[in-house]
């Protein structure tokens, strides 16, 4: 994995990397391997998580034929604050 660092911005670039590795799951294994995991538990788990990636292909393929509606889009300012996000108050003129 590869993050470029530009015009010496350390902190946009951990940023970047964070992102990057929380998508391809590195810190749910991390915290998964932190203590041991009994087989049963194991089995469990994975039976669970294909059970999650099985109703997620469904859900997005009854929404693709039309029989669910689709999500709704998100747009800039609820993917910042989101709905508890205080105003911000704008100086007088």
Request: charge should be positive; aromatic fraction near 2%; glycine fraction near 4%.
């Given at each position: 994995?590869?993050?470029?660092?530009?015009?010496?911005?350390?902190?946009?670039?951990?940023?970047?990397?964070?992102?990057?590795l929380?998508?391809?799951?590195?810190f749910?294994?991390?915290?998964r391997?932190?203590?041991?995991?009994?087989?049963?538990?194991?089995?469990?788990r994975?039976?669970?998580?294909?059970?999650?990636?099985?109703?997620?292909?469904?859900?997005?393929?009854?929404?693709?034929?039309?029989?669910?509606?689709?999500p709704?889009?998100?747009?800039?300012?609820?993917?910042?604050?989101?709905?508890?996000t205080?105003?911000?108050?704008?100086?007088?003129?």
């Amino acid at each position: 994995m590869q993050v470029l660092v530009r015009d010496n911005n350390v902190e946009q670039a951990l940023r970047v990397l964070k992102k990057k590795l929380q998508r391809e799951g590195v810190f749910r294994e991390m915290k998964r391997r932190r203590a041991y995991e009994k087989p049963s538990e194991k089995k469990t788990r994975e039976k669970a998580e294909a059970v999650r990636r099985a109703r997620k292909l469904a859900r997005k393929q009854a929404q693709r034929e039309g029989l669910l509606p689709a999500p709704k889009p998100r747009d800039a300012a609820t993917k910042r604050g989101g709905p508890n996000t205080r105003p911000v108050a704008k100086a007088p003129v």
